[in-house]
């Protein structure tokens, strides 16, 4: 496959860990702080390159019973273009303290989390001038605390992001490696990709920040494919040598390279390495800082000496070839083809809609309704229930 590459610019257990923490700093500015950030903006290209819009709640739920969601979470209708997957704040020091935690998600709603929260929403439906909001006080951070944290019977890989050497948490009596939230949004990611009959991608930087780094990967039934331009600039066609591996050391070296600690990187890796190089093709950037700032703005106070920012986009492009094979599973009722392609389905198969016949439409459709219930009825079941 070629891709062009265009403008892209520069309980008891409780109790113990939280035995022996009674003094806590709450200067102006922690002075020993520093706070990391790593999430993923998840999206899927629209004919237009632009993040097309999506149910990216439908899927079942893969999190453990103990994170609390929101009404929005249960329900998994909720459309937006982004799908804001899995940030977590870790906190470094070498002195016990406390903190307050606010992120504003802009044009978003918060839709979980993990430890308890104050999450609040201006605008349900994702229209003009939403924000979801959620704010942790008195979190305690306590660098000599033993390790205490809620397991699952679920195999979720929420619990890789704890393989750090971030120190524990607590709010209230609930204790954690790191904040943890999630939610979906409606608005545009700074590039736009296309991808011609024939397999040429074309990548375009419609923001004024630079985008150094982009991998372009391809999972065709196990065959596996992916290149790395750097400070891609005028118009390049490439075509990415086959591999037998996934570019995992190369994600954890830009993941680094943006201000993460390496076994953080390797920590986000980890968790999404199922989801991000399953069979499909699809591209992953790191967002510009400037982008995420003014998309989730994050107050801490007192405030931390340092805090980095590190968020992946990772955009799915859909095929000449996923499109056939949707088609033709929609067509002939193949509800094992369909599972594969999983919360992306209904996008594909509303692009397909818009060029079919009357006829095919409107079979694929009642095939559509019927694979989406299926789905829906893996709800979520809370711990202990």
Not at 138 to 153: E, G, K, L, Q, W
Not at 240 to 249: A, C, G, K
Not at 336 to 352: K, T, V
Request: proline content about 6%.
């Amino acid at each position: 496959m070629q891709y062009s590459v265009t403008s892209i610019v520069a309980g008891a257990a409780i109790a113990t860990a939280l035995a022996g923490v009674a003094v806590f700093s709450n200067a102006a500015e922690q002075a020993d702080l520093t706070v990391h950030e790593w999430g993923t903006f998840t999206s899927i290209a629209d004919f237009d390159g632009r993040a097309a819009e999506w149910r990216p709640l439908a899927a079942p739920p893969e999190l453990p019973c103990f994170v609390e969601r929101s009404a929005f979470a249960g329900k998994g209708s909720l459309a937006g273009t982004v799908r804001m997957e899995t940030p977590v704040l870790y906190f470094y020091g070498q002195q016990p303290a406390m903190v307050d935690v606010g992120v504003r998600f802009m044009s978003g709603v918060i839709t979980e989390w993990f430890p308890h929260a104050a999450v609040s929403e201006s605008n349900a439906s994702l229209g003009p001038g939403s924000q979801g909001v959620i704010r942790w006080r008195n979190v305690r951070i306590m660098p000599t605390a033993a390790d205490a944290f809620p397991v699952d019977t679920s195999g979720s890989h929420y619990y890789a992001a704890r393989d750090t050497h971030a120190a524990p948490i607590a709010v209230g009596t609930q204790t954690e490696k790191f904040l943890f939230y999630r939610g979906v949004a409606r608005f545009d990611l700074p590039i736009a990709a296309t991808i011609s009959a024939d397999g040429n991608v074309a990548l375009r930087n419609r923001s004024h920040d630079p985008i150094a780094d982009v991998v372009l990967f391809t999972n065709d039934h196990g065959r596996l494919r992916y290149d790395v331009r750097h400070q891609a600039g005028a118009d390049v066609t490439i075509d990415p040598p086959l591999f037998d591996r996934e570019p995992t050391v190369e994600l954890e070296a830009m993941l680094v390279g943006q201000g993460l600690y390496a076994d953080e990187a390797t920590a986000m890796v980890h968790t999404w390495r199922d989801s991000w190089f399953e069979p499909g093709t699809r591209i992953f950037y790191i967002v510009p800082r400037p982008i995420i700032e003014s998309t989730l703005p994050l107050d801490i106070h007192p405030r931390p000496a340092d805090i980095a920012r590190v968020f992946v986009a990772r955009t799915e492009l859909v095929t000449a070839q996923a499109l056939d094979e949707v088609k033709r599973a929609l067509l002939g009722g193949d509800a094992e083809a369909l599972a594969a392609y999983g919360r992306f389905l209904d996008p594909i198969a509303r692009r397909l809609a818009a060029t079919s016949s009357s006829g095919e439409r409107a079979a694929m459709e009642s095939q559509l309704e019927r694979t989406a219930a299926a789905s829906s009825s893996r709800s979520y079941v809370g711990c202990g229930t």
